[in-house]
C-alpha cells in the first residue's frame, strides 16, 4: 500500500500541552487521514493525507483551533482576457492546501489563500507558469516577521495588563502590608471608592489584553475540551466575579466574607502575559539554526536581461536566469557557470574548509560564497528545490517530528486540565465544608490557586523544545536528521556498522607511499610514471597521474602490458611500470622493494613497481586512503561505549588490515548488497541496536534495515533518501556528532520532563493548601501564575542550553602522501 503524502499545517488556538490530543483527534477523524502528529512547540502538525487539504482545515475550525493561512501575491505575465482568468484560477484551486485564488485581469496579479505549510509562494508561481502564464511571487513576510509580530503583540498586551494591574495592586495589597496605607485610603477616597477603582481597572484588563483567555478558554469549556485557557479563564473570572458580588451587593455572600479579588486577577492575567512573553522571546531563539541556514541565500541577485544588469528579489529569480556573481557574494541559487573562474566557499554544505575550484560547466550551490573571481552563470534550481532549501526542510521536518517518548505525555496532558478542574473542585468543597471560619474566602483563594498552578505548559514544551534546538544544532554541525524519532532511536545505539568504500575511505585510489631505490629522485620517478599513466584509464594509472606535475611530458612508443603494467618512452628515458611477475621477467633486480611491497600489500595496498633503463627505480602504494577524521571519529565512539564494525563487499584480507590499522571490532567482508542485510541483522542480534553508516546505492537495502541508517551527505542519492540522518560532511566525524547530539538532546528532554512533572506533583497539593495546617499559609493565586510562568520559560531555557554542544570531534588537516627513501 502506497504510502499518502504528508501534509503540514500551522495550528492557531493551542494555549497548552492538553490541546495536543483534541487536535490530532480532530484531525484523525477526517475521513482518509491516515496518521496526524501535531507538536505543541512549533504550534503545527504533520498529517498523512491525500485528500482536499480543506477537509483538514473544516475540522480543525470545527475543534477551535483553526489553521494559519497564509496569502501569495503573483505577478502573472501573458493574460489578455477573461477565458485566461478562469484557466489561472481553475489550477490555482486544483494546488495542495489552496483556499482561495483570485485572478485580476487588470493588474495582471492573482491573490491566492493557502494553509501555511502546505505550499510555497514559489511553488504557487510554478503552477501558473506550467499553465502558460509566466508567473514570479512578490516579496512576502517571512515566518521570522510574523514571529516579531506575534512577540510585539505581547509586549503591548503585557504593558498594558501592567498599568491597569499596578494600581490595583497598590489600592488592595498595599494596605495589607503597610497598614498606615490602607488607614489613609480608608481616610480619603473610601474603601467603597478604592473597590470601584479597583472595579474599573480589573473590568478593562480583563476586557482588554486579557479578553484572549476568555475568547479561547470559554468556547472550549462548553466544547468540554477545556485547556490552559479555560483555566486561566476559570480562576480569573472566579475571583472577578466574587469581588463584583463582594462590591455591589455584599449582602448576598455570609458576614464577615465580602471582601474582594480584583488583584488576584489583575496580577494572574499580567504575569501569564509575562511568561507568555518570555517563553515566545526563548522559543525564538530554539528556531536560531533555521533562520541562520535560512540567512545564508541572499535576499536579492543581479540578473542579466537583455544585455543589462539589474537586481531583482530573490523569490522572482526562476530557472534558466542568467545571474552575476561578484567576488565575495553568495551564490543566490544553485546554478552552472558559464563564464568566469573562481574558488567558492562550499563549507555550508560540505563542511569542508578548502574553497572549490569553478569554471565554465561547473556546478555552484545557493549560499555558497564565491571567492575571487567574477561569475556569470545560469540558475539551474530555485525557490525551494536548491540544496540549501532541501536543508531546511529536513531541519524544519526533524524540529516538528514527534518522539515515541512524547506519546506518553501527551496522553497524559489530553486528561490534565479535566483533572485539574476535578482536584479545584474538590479543593473549593474541601475547605467549605472542613475549613475554618470564613471558609469560602479560604476556598476561593485555593480553587483559584490549583486552576493556575497546574497549567500544563510545561509538560508540553519539554520535548519538542529540546527536539528544536537538539536538530537546530546539529545541522550547524552538518549533521540533518531527516526523521525525528532518529534522534532518539541514535542515543540507544550499541553497535555502529560501517561501510569501508566511500565511507571509511575516500573512495578512490591514491598514491601514499613512494620508496625509491638506486640513487633516484622521488619527484622524477613519479613525474616520469605520471607521464606513461596518463595514456591509461585504469583507476590506479589515474591515481599515479594526479600525484604528478599539472604539466606531463609527452610519452611515446607507449605498450600496454595486459595483466602485467606498462612500457614507454618519457624524455628520452625507457619507463616501465607493472607488477612484480614483470619485473622478473624484464629480469630486474628489486633489492629490498620487493620486501618493502609485500609490507604495504599486508595492509591492503597495491604495490607496483617502476624500473627507469633497466633499473629498478621505486615501488608506488596505491591505495583507497582512510578519510580525514576517521580514526579521530573511531577513537571517540569507542569512548562513548560503542562497538564499531565494518561490513564490506571488498577482499577480507584488505579490510582486516584497515579494521585493524583502525581498531574496528568486528569484520564482516566479501558480501553482496543482500549479504549485508544479513550482516547488520547479525550484528543486531548479537550486540542490540545498531546503526548502519554508507553512501552508495549498494548500502540503501543496509540502511533501510538497519534501525538507524546514517548515509554520508556526498554519497548517491539513493543512499540519502534510503537514511534516517545524513552527515553533510563526507567524514566520520559527523557519526560521532551525531550520536553526542542525540545522547545530550535525550538527557534534556528528561531533565525537562523531570522538573514539569515535578512541579506539577508538588505544587498542585501547595496550591490547595497541604501547608495551611503547619502555619497557616495559602498560596496566593498571583504567585501560583508567577510560578507556572517562570516553569515553562524555565524549561525553554534548558532546551537553549543546548545551542552551546560543541563538536565532539575537531577537525583535522587532509596529510599528504608519504615519501620515504631506501
Not at 473542585?425 to 471560619?437: E, K, M, Q, R
Not at 621505486?618 to 564494525?645: I, W, Y
Not at 561490513?647 to 581498531?663: E, F, K, M, S, W
Given at each position: 500500500?502506497?504510502?499518502?503524502?504528508?501534509t503540514?499545517?500551522?495550528?492557531?488556538?493551542?494555549?497548552?500541552?492538553?490541546?495536543?490530543?483534541?487536535?490530532?483527534?480532530?484531525?484523525?477523524?477526517?475521513p482518509?487521514?491516515?496518521t496526524?502528529?501535531v507538536?505543541f512547540?512549533?504550534k503545527?502538525?504533520?498529517?498523512a493525507?491525500d485528500?482536499?487539504?480543506?477537509?483538514?482545515?473544516?475540522?480543525?475550525?470545527?475543534a477551535?483551533?483553526?489553521?494559519?493561512?497564509?496569502?501569495?501575491?503573483?505577478i502573472?505575465?501573458?493574460?489578455n482576457?477573461?477565458?485566461?482568468?478562469a484557466k489561472?484560477?481553475r489550477?490555482?484551486a486544483?494546488?495542495?492546501?489552496?483556499?482561495?485564488?483570485q485572478?485580476?485581469?487588470?493588474?495582471?496579479t492573482?491573490?491566492v489563500?493557502?494553509?501555511?505549510?502546505?505550499?510555497?509562494?514559489q511553488?504557487?508561481?510554478?503552477?501558473?507558469?506550467d499553465?502558460?502564464?509566466?508567473?514570479r511571487?512578490?516579496?512576502?513576510a517571512?515566518p521570522?516577521d510574523?514571529?516579531?509580530t506575534?512577540?510585539?503583540?505581547?509586549?503591548?498586551?503585557?504593558?498594558l495588563?501592567?498599568?491597569?494591574?499596578?494600581?490595583v495592586f497598590?489600592?488592595?495589597?498595599?494596605?495589607?502590608?503597610?497598614?498606615a496605607?490602607?488607614?489613609?485610603?480608608?481616610?480619603?477616597?473610601?474603601?467603597q471608592?478604592?473597590?470601584?477603582?479597583?472595579?474599573a481597572l480589573?473590568?478593562?484588563?480583563?476586557?482588554?489584553?486579557?479578553?484572549v483567555?476568555?475568547?479561547?478558554g470559554i468556547?472550549?469549556?462548553?466544547?468540554?475540551?477545556p485547556?490552559?485557557?479555560?483555566?486561566?479563564?476559570?480562576?480569573t473570572?472566579?475571583?472577578y466575579?466574587?469581588?463584583?458580588?463582594?462590591?455591589?451587593?455584599?449582602g448576598a455572600?455570609?458576614?464577615?466574607?465580602?471582601n474582594v479579588?480584583?488583584?488576584?486577577?489583575?496580577?494572574?492575567v499580567?504575569l501569564?502575559?509575562?511568561?507568555r512573553l518570555?517563553?515566545?522571546?526563548?522559543?525564538?531563539?530554539t528556531?536560531?539554526?533555521i533562520r541562520?541556514?535560512?540567512?545564508l541565500?541572499p535576499?536579492?541577485a543581479?540578473?542579466?536581461?537583455d544585455?543589462r544588469?539589474?537586481?531583482?528579489?530573490i523569490?522572482?529569480?526562476?530557472v534558466?536566469?542568467?545571474?552575476?556573481?561578484r567576488?565575495?557574494e553568495?551564490?543566490?541559487?544553485d546554478?552552472?557557470?558559464?563564464?568566469?573562474?573562481?574558488y567558492?566557499?562550499?563549507?555550508?554544505i560540505?563542511?569542508?574548509?578548502?574553497?572549490?575550484g569553478?569554471?565554465?560547466?561547473?556546478?555552484v550551490?545557493?549560499?555558497?560564497?564565491n571567492?575571487?573571481?567574477?561569475?556569470?552563470?545560469?540558475?539551474?534550481?530555485?525557490?525551494?528545490d536548491?540544496?540549501?532549501a532541501?536543508?531546511?526542510?529536513?531541519?524544519?521536518?526533524?524540529?516538528g517530528?514527534?518522539l515515541?517518548?512524547?506519546?506518553?505525555?501527551d496522553r497524559i496532558?489530553?486528561?490534565?486540565?479535566?483533572?485539574v478542574?476535578?482536584v479545584?473542585?474538590?479543593?473549593?468543597?474541601a475547605w467549605?465544608?472542613?475549613?475554618?471560619?470564613?471558609a469560602?474566602?479560604?476556598?476561593?483563594?485555593?480553587?483559584?490557586?490549583?486552576?493556575i498552578?497546574a497549567?500544563?505548559c510545561?509538560?508540553g514544551?519539554?520535548?519538542p523544545?529540546?527536539?528544536?534546538?537538539?536538530?537546530?544544532?546539529?545541522?550547524?554541525?552538518?549533521?540533518?536528521?531527516?526523521?525525528?524519532?532518529?534522534?532518539?532511536?541514535?542515543q540507544q545505539?550499541?553497535?555502529?556498522?560501517l561501510?569501508?568504500?566511500?565511507?571509511?575511505t575516500?573512495?578512490r585510489p591514491e598514491?601514499d607511499?613512494?620508496?625509491t631505490?638506486n640513487?633516484?629522485?622521488?619527484?622524477e620517478?613519479?613525474r616520469?610514471?605520471?607521464?606513461?599513466?596518463?595514456r591509461?584509464?585504469?583507476?590506479i594509472?589515474?591515481?599515479?597521474?594526479?600525484?604528478?606535475?599539472a604539466?606531463l611530458p609527452?610519452?611515446?612508443?607507449v605498450?600496454?602490458?595486459?595483466?602485467?603494467?606498462?612500457?614507454?618512452?618519457v624524455?628520452g628515458?625507457?619507463v616501465?611500470?607493472?607488477?612484480?611477475?614483470?619485473?622478473?621477467?624484464?629480469?630486474?633486480?628489486?633489492?629490498?622493494?620487493?620486501?618493502?611491497?609485500d609490507?604495504?600489500?599486508a595492509?591492503?595496498?597495491?604495490?607496483?613497481?617502476?624500473a627507469?633503463d633497466?633499473?629498478?627505480?621505486?615501488?608506488?602504494?596505491v591505495?583507497?586512503?582512510?578519510?580525514?577524521?576517521?580514526?579521530?571519529?573511531?577513537?571517540r565512539?569507542h569512548?562513548?561505549?560503542?562497538?564499531?564494525a565494518?561490513?564490506?563487499g571488498?577482499?577480507?584480507?584488505?579490510?582486516?588490515?584497515?579494521?585493524?590499522?583502525?581498531?574496528?571490532?568486528?569484520?564482516?567482508?566479501?558480501?553482496?548488497?543482500?549479504?549485508?542485510?544479513d550482516a547488520?541483522?547479525?550484528?543486531?542480534d548479537?550486540?542490540?541496536?545498531l546503526?548502519?553508516v554508507?553512501?552508495?546505492?549498494?548500502?540503501?537495502p543496509?540502511?533501510?534495515?538497519?534501525?538507524?541508517?546514517?548515509?554520508?551527505?556526498?554519497?548517491?542519492?539513493v543512499?540519502?533518501e534510503?537514511?534516517?540522518?545524513?552527515?553533510?560532511?563526507?567524514?566520520?566525524?559527523?557519526?560521532?556528532?551525531?550520536?553526542e547530539i542525540?545522547?545530550r538532546?535525550?538527557?534534556?528532554?528528561?531533565?525537562?520532563l523531570?522538573?514539569?512533572?515535578?512541579?506539577?506533583v508538588?505544587?498542585?497539593?501547595?496550591?490547595?493548601g497541604a501547608?495551611y495546617?503547619?502555619?497557616?499559609h495559602?498560596l496566593?493565586p498571583?504567585?501560583?501564575?508567577?510560578?507556572?510562568a517562570?516553569?515553562s520559560v524555565?524549561v525553554?531555557?534548558?532546551?537553549?542550553?543546548?545551542?552551546?554542544v560543541?563538536?565532539?570531534?575537531p577537525?583535522?588537516?587532509?596529510?599528504p602522501?608519504?615519501?620515504?627513501?631506501?
Amino acid at each position: 500500500m502506497a504510502q499518502k503524502a504528508l501534509t503540514e499545517l500551522k495550528i492557531t488556538g493551542m494555549g497548552c500541552a492538553s490541546c495536543v490530543g483534541r487536535v490530532e483527534e480532530a484531525l484523525r477523524d477526517v475521513p482518509g487521514v491516515e496518521t496526524a502528529s501535531v507538536n505543541f512547540a512549533t504550534k503545527s502538525a504533520q498529517v498523512a493525507f491525500d485528500g482536499p487539504v480543506s477537509a483538514l482545515t473544516k475540522a480543525l475550525d470545527a475543534a477551535g483551533y483553526p489553521a494559519e493561512t497564509s496569502r501569495a501575491d503573483l505577478i502573472i505575465e501573458g493574460m489578455n482576457c477573461a477565458s485566461c482568468v478562469a484557466k489561472i484560477e481553475r489550477a490555482l484551486a486544483a494546488s495542495p492546501g489552496v483556499i482561495e485564488a483570485q485572478v485580476n485581469l487588470a493588474t495582471q496579479t492573482a491573490a491566492v489563500t493557502y494553509a501555511a505549510g502546505t505550499t510555497t509562494p514559489q511553488a504557487l508561481a510554478q503552477v501558473v507558469t506550467d499553465t502558460g502564464y509566466p508567473a514570479r511571487p512578490q516579496a512576502a513576510a517571512t515566518p521570522e516577521d510574523r514571529a516579531d509580530t506575534e512577540t510585539a503583540g505581547l509586549t503591548r498586551a503585557t504593558l498594558l495588563a501592567a498599568a491597569l494591574a499596578l494600581p490595583v495592586f497598590i489600592l488592595e495589597m498595599g494596605g495589607h502590608m503597610i497598614p498606615a496605607f490602607h488607614h489613609w485610603v480608608h481616610a480619603t477616597i473610601g474603601t467603597q471608592t478604592s473597590q470601584l477603582i479597583q472595579f474599573a481597572l480589573t473590568t478593562a484588563l480583563l476586557l482588554g489584553p486579557g479578553r484572549v483567555f476568555y475568547r479561547k478558554g470559554i468556547p472550549s469549556l462548553l466544547r468540554g475540551t477545556p485547556d490552559m485557557n479555560a483555566l486561566v479563564a476559570l480562576g480569573t473570572g472566579a475571583a472577578y466575579l466574587y469581588s463584583v458580588v463582594a462590591t455591589f451587593a455584599p449582602g448576598a455572600l455570609p458576614v464577615g466574607t465580602a471582601n474582594v479579588y480584583y488583584e488576584a486577577a489583575a496580577v494572574i492575567v499580567v504575569l501569564i502575559l509575562l511568561g507568555r512573553l518570555m517563553e515566545a522571546r526563548a522559543k525564538g531563539k530554539t528556531g536560531a539554526a533555521i533562520r541562520k541556514l535560512a540567512g545564508l541565500q541572499p535576499k536579492s541577485a543581479r540578473v542579466e536581461i537583455d544585455g543589462r544588469i539589474e537586481d531583482r528579489p530573490i523569490a522572482e529569480i526562476a530557472v534558466g536566469d542568467i545571474l552575476h556573481i561578484r567576488p565575495g557574494e553568495r551564490v543566490p541559487v544553485d546554478a552552472e557557470v558559464l563564464e568566469g573562474t573562481s574558488y567558492v566557499d562550499e563549507s555550508m554544505i560540505t563542511g569542508e574548509p578548502i574553497p572549490v575550484g569553478k569554471s565554465a560547466g561547473a556546478t555552484v550551490v545557493g549560499g555558497t560564497v564565491n571567492g575571487t573571481g567574477a561569475l556569470r552563470v545560469r540558475a539551474t534550481r530555485v525557490g525551494g528545490d536548491t540544496v540549501l532549501a532541501q536543508v531546511v526542510r529536513m531541519v524544519q521536518q526533524a524540529q516538528g517530528a514527534k518522539l515515541p517518548i512524547q506519546g506518553l505525555v501527551d496522553r497524559i496532558t489530553y486528561r490534565f486540565v479535566p483533572a485539574v478542574i476535578l482536584v479545584a473542585v474538590i479543593t473549593v468543597a474541601a475547605w467549605l465544608i472542613f475549613g475554618p471560619s470564613p471558609a469560602l474566602p479560604l476556598a476561593l483563594v485555593a480553587g483559584v490557586s490549583v486552576l493556575i498552578i497546574a497549567c500544563p505548559c510545561a509538560m508540553g514544551l519539554a520535548t519538542p523544545t529540546s527536539i528544536m534546538v537538539g536538530t537546530g544544532r546539529a545541522a550547524e554541525l552538518g549533521v540533518l536528521f531527516r526523521k525525528g524519532d532518529a534522534l532518539q532511536q541514535l542515543q540507544q545505539a550499541r553497535v555502529i556498522a560501517l561501510d569501508k568504500t566511500g565511507t571509511l575511505t575516500l573512495g578512490r585510489p591514491e598514491l601514499d607511499n613512494v620508496l625509491t631505490a638506486n640513487g633516484f629522485d622521488r619527484d622524477e620517478v613519479v613525474r616520469l610514471a605520471a607521464a606513461l599513466e596518463a595514456r591509461s584509464e585504469h583507476p590506479i594509472a589515474s591515481a599515479i597521474t594526479r600525484a604528478g606535475p599539472a604539466t606531463l611530458p609527452q610519452a611515446t612508443d607507449v605498450l600496454s602490458l595486459t595483466g602485467l603494467g606498462m612500457q614507454g618512452l618519457v624524455d628520452g628515458r625507457n619507463v616501465l611500470i607493472g607488477s612484480h611477475r614483470l619485473m622478473q621477467q624484464r629480469g630486474i633486480d628489486l633489492g629490498a622493494l620487493a620486501s618493502e611491497a609485500d609490507a604495504r600489500a599486508a595492509e591492503g595496498a597495491t604495490p607496483l613497481f617502476v624500473a627507469l633503463d633497466g633499473q629498478a627505480a621505486a615501488t608506488l602504494s596505491v591505495s583507497d586512503p582512510v578519510k580525514p577524521g576517521t580514526e579521530e571519529a573511531l577513537e571517540r565512539l569507542h569512548q562513548m561505549g560503542l562497538t564499531v564494525a565494518m561490513v564490506t563487499g571488498d577482499n577480507a584480507r584488505t579490510a582486516q588490515a584497515l579494521a585493524d590499522r583502525l581498531g574496528i571490532d568486528h569484520v564482516t567482508a566479501e558480501v553482496l548488497p543482500d549479504g549485508k542485510v544479513d550482516a547488520i541483522t547479525a550484528l543486531r542480534d548479537q550486540f542490540g541496536t545498531l546503526a548502519f553508516v554508507g553512501d552508495g546505492i549498494n548500502d540503501a537495502p543496509a540502511l533501510a534495515t538497519a534501525d538507524i541508517g546514517i548515509a554520508i551527505g556526498t554519497g548517491t542519492d539513493v543512499a540519502i533518501e534510503t537514511a534516517d540522518v545524513v552527515l553533510m560532511p563526507g567524514d566520520l566525524r559527523g557519526v560521532a556528532n551525531a550520536t553526542e547530539i542525540s545522547r545530550r538532546t535525550m538527557r534534556n528532554i528528561r531533565q525537562n520532563l523531570g522538573w514539569a512533572f515535578g512541579y506539577n506533583v508538588l505544587l498542585i497539593p501547595v496550591a490547595a493548601g497541604a501547608l495551611y495546617p503547619f502555619g497557616g499559609h495559602l498560596l496566593s493565586p498571583a504567585l501560583a501564575a508567577g510560578a507556572m510562568a517562570l516553569s515553562s520559560v524555565f524549561v525553554v531555557s534548558n532546551a537553549l542550553r543546548l545551542r552551546r554542544v560543541q563538536a565532539s570531534v575537531p577537525e583535522t588537516p587532509i596529510p599528504p602522501a608519504k615519501e620515504v627513501h631506501a
